[in-house]
């Protein structure tokens, strides 16, 4: 071997295994000394950083069986392992589930996507992903299993804070369910980022639904990039309730939702931009979401 | 802890033993010596390692050698076969489409699997397609249009 000089990680032992049985098996004996790599797209530059520091890293490449698209409660459910290339290529996801076509196309770039997965983008819950923020809207649930059973979370209790969530450090998330919305309903996903690709500044994913009478039955509002999780703005849709549609009553629920949001400062935007950035996707993102 | 990986580099089956901590670009430079294949970031910003693994492109900074182990992964050193340039390629030199050619290499395997998968592509579809490649030289317009000027000729 030559030299090594080059190489960024820091040394790991590795494993790679080829069922889901022996993957949870290698996650309750190494837990939190581990880093679990799905596609790579987060974790990759963790370790190259080393930002990441684990004494053995797990390898989900293998596990065939932690990849699908399925059907699922109108909506559709996703292995793990899908990779987000092969999930907004999907026609059962275009029809059951066009937000998370919308939404995917945020993604970084085709080639993040080629790789990066749809379990791995919401596990590592990073405070600027979209597809978070997709879970949290449709009121998602993310299955998480570990040596000692399986268990479902709700997508509102599952994002705890920057790259935090509730997964414990045995458990592996196996499956991110995504209801369909019923009736006549629409969606929509609007990015602000500095390059098509790049983090979002902020993100907004609308979803509206209408009655038989034109009157908005059920609106959903939610937003990332604008604090440690992804945030839904059920305030704002409880103002759109029972309203006729129309630009000024979005108006109003999109200057309600931006209120209550406490985004931070950095070097890509201040709170303030954020805010009013937030605002004017809502707007947008309600109409253009509306059937 | 070393592992043995084996794989197919531009239709040549190649091996060598690396610490699983050994990225496919590392690999692919150092063991291989596939030079072509440029590194810059080392996190997966600027797209000048991009390379296909099994057709489908990838920053193989943010893969590890192991990962690929069994995979078909074709380097710039793929595209001209046997030493003949692709459409491609010409197209990029007819339009002087690089200046220091560092990112030269990334931006044409971004480019090879968009022509690929898109037929008739318009200057706002490849403009997007390129949007996770890093050039620092030329402002984009001469590489934008060598993508365009390929895919008239292949139509």
Redesign the interface.
Known sequence: MTSQASVKPPPFDYVAPSSLDEALALRAEHAADSLVLAGGQSAMPLLNLRMALPATVIDLGRVAELAGIREHDGGVAFGAMTRQREAERSPLVQSRLPLATQALAHVGHATIRNRGTIGGTIAHADPAAELPAVALLLDGELVARSTRGERTIAAGDFFLGVMTTALEPDELLVEVRLPGLSGRAGTAFLEVARRHGDFAIVAAGAAVALAGDGAIADARLAFTGVGATPVRAREAEALLRGEQPGDEVFAEAAERAARDLEPGSDAHATSAYRRRIAAVLARRALREATP | ???EVTLTANGEQRS????????LA?FL???LGLTGTH?AC???VC?SC?VLVDG????S????A??AAGAEVTTIEGLAANGAMSTLQEAMRDTHAFQCGFCTPGMLM?AA??LRDSSRPDERAV???I??NICRCTGYESIVKGILLAAERAA
Not at chain 2, 16 to 23: F, G, I, K, L, S
Not at chain 2, 61 to 64: G, K
């Open positions: 802890m070393t592992v060598a033993a690396v610490e699983p901590r050994c990225t590392d430079r150092v063991e590194l080392e996190h997966g797209g991009t489908a492109s990838a920053r900074c943010l893969m590890l192991v990962q971004t699997e968009f403009r997007e397609a949007s996770g």
